[in-house]
C-alpha cells in the first residue's frame, strides 16, 4: 500500500513547515490556507478518516486534540480563539484518506461554515 501524503511529509519525503512533532503526532502548516492561521495536526498512525477510527485509537485521538490545543497556543490563538475541523467523506471535504485535525485561527470565524 502506497504512502499518504501526510505519511510523506511525517518521513520527510515531501517538506512542510512543520510547528510541533512528538512520537504520536506532527503539526505543520497547511499549504493552501483558509484563515491567516491553519495548521495541520495529524496521527502518525494512519487512520484514514475519523469514522474508521477503532476504540484502540482512543490514545492517538486524546493525543491529537490535547496537542491540537497546545499548538494553538504556541500560535497566539488561545486569548482570540480558534476553530477545529475534521472532515469526514468526500461531501465533507476531506481531500487526503489520513486523518487530520484542521487548527483555524486569526480572523473572525463565520457560522455556519457552509
Known amino acids: 500500500m502506497s504512502k499518504t501524503l501526510f505519511e510523506k511529509i ?35 498512525k494512519p487512520i484514514p478518516r475519523i469514522a474508521e477510527a477503532t476504540t484502540d485509537d ?22 482570540s480563539g480558534y476553530r477545529l475541523v475534521f472532515n469526514n467523506g468526500a461531501d465533507a471535504g476531506e481531500a487526503v484518506p489520513h486523518l487530520h485535525l484542521h487548527i483555524l485561527g486569526g480572523r473572525k470565524m463565520n457560522w455556519p461554515p457552509g
Open 10 to 44: 511525517a518521513a520527510r519525503e515531501i517538506p512542510a513547515q512543520i510547528v510541533y512533532e512528538d512520537d504520536l503526532v506532527l503539526a505543520f502548516r497547511d499549504i493552501a490556507p483558509q484563515a491567516p492561521v491553519h495548521v495541520l495536526i495529524v496521527p502518525k
Open 58 to 79: 482512543h490514545k492517538v485521538l486524546g493525543h491529537l486534540l490535547l496537542k491540537a490545543a497546545e499548538v494553538a497556543e504556541k500560535l497566539g490563538l488561545k486569548q
